[in-house]
């Protein structure tokens, strides 16, 4: 994906106008989603290792054309991965301000919370810990911004672009990523 489909400083206004020139993002071009499977779950050979919870939220940020933004980073194994954006509870945050604040970090545009859709856990073995992470997602409506990685601190994100609410679950990495879309979708009657 070339940086002019991800990172495009398009405001909003003209984001109509650049949207004949640019290549959209589609299911076909974009990289396969990770299937489910027995990798999706914590060894059962580290289970004597500490564990660790983890809390960080995020979630569907929806521009005034029902598409979502959302990010790519590569995974623990080097792989680029399309995701939701999310990240850390920082202390003295409440579980919706993270969302608002990860979201404009990792993607560039400004949200305001519309709705809590649902909270995912998992586990993941770490270097010397296993991990239970709890994931808050929410659905934001966009205020104003511009797709950019820019002010992404952690420079996780390699990339951002806006999605089509019926192609995110052909095009998200993780089968609970789906799963909230999937929860949206019933929640508000929306096609998937």
Same mark, same amino acid.
């Given at each position: 994906?070339?940086?002019?489909?991800?990172?495009?400083r398009s405001t909003l206004d003209s984001s109509l106008s650049d949207e004949r020139n640019a290549v959209i993002p589609t299911?076909?071009?974009?990289?396969?989603?990770?299937?489910?499977?027995?990798?999706?779950?914590?060894?059962?050979?580290?289970?004597?290792?500490?564990?660790?919870?983890? %809390?960080?939220?995020? &979630?569907?940020?929806?521009?005034? *054309?029902?598409? #979502?933004?959302?990010? @790519?980073?590569?995974?623990?194994? $080097?792989?680029?991965?399309?995701?939701?954006?999310?990240?850390?509870?920082?202390?003295?945050?409440?579980?919706?301000?993270?969302?608002?604040?990860?979201?404009?970090?990792?993607?560039?545009?400004?949200?305001?919370?519309?709705?809590?859709?649902?909270?995912?856990? %998992?586990?993941?073995? &770490?270097?010397?810990?296993?991990? *239970?992470?709890? #994931?808050?997602?929410? @659905?934001?409506?966009?205020?104003? $911004?511009?797709?950019?990685?820019?002010?992404?601190?952690?420079?996780?994100?390699?990339?951002?672009?806006?999605?089509?609410?019926?192609?995110?679950?052909?095009?998200?990495?993780?089968?609970?990523?789906?799963?909230?879309?999937?929860?949206?979708?019933?929640?508000?009657?929306?096609?998937?």
């Amino acid at each position: 994906m070339s940086s002019a489909q991800g990172n495009s400083r398009s405001t909003l206004d003209s984001s109509l106008s650049d949207e004949r020139n640019a290549v959209i993002p589609t299911p076909a071009i974009m990289a396969r989603r990770r299937e489910e499977g027995t990798n999706t779950f914590a060894s059962l050979d580290n289970r004597d290792l500490p564990v660790v919870r983890e %809390y960080s939220a995020g &979630g569907l940020v929806f521009d005034e *054309h029902d598409r #979502v933004a959302i990010i @790519a980073r590569h995974s623990r194994s $080097g792989h680029l991965e399309w995701c939701l954006p999310k990240g850390h509870i920082e202390q003295g945050e409440t579980p919706d301000q993270t969302a608002v604040r990860e979201i404009f970090e990792e993607t560039g545009i400004q949200g305001e919370v519309i709705d809590s859709i649902a909270t995912i856990d %998992y586990w993941f073995t &770490g270097d010397a810990q296993r991990i *239970h992470k709890l #994931v808050h997602h929410y @659905a934001l409506r966009m205020t104003g $911004g511009y797709l950019t990685v820019e002010g992404d601190p952690d420079h996780e994100a390699e990339d951002t672009t806006w999605v089509k609410f019926e192609d995110l679950t052909d095009v998200l990495s993780y089968p609970n990523e789906r799963r909230i879309v999937w929860l949206y979708a019933k929640k508000h009657r929306k096609d998937i």
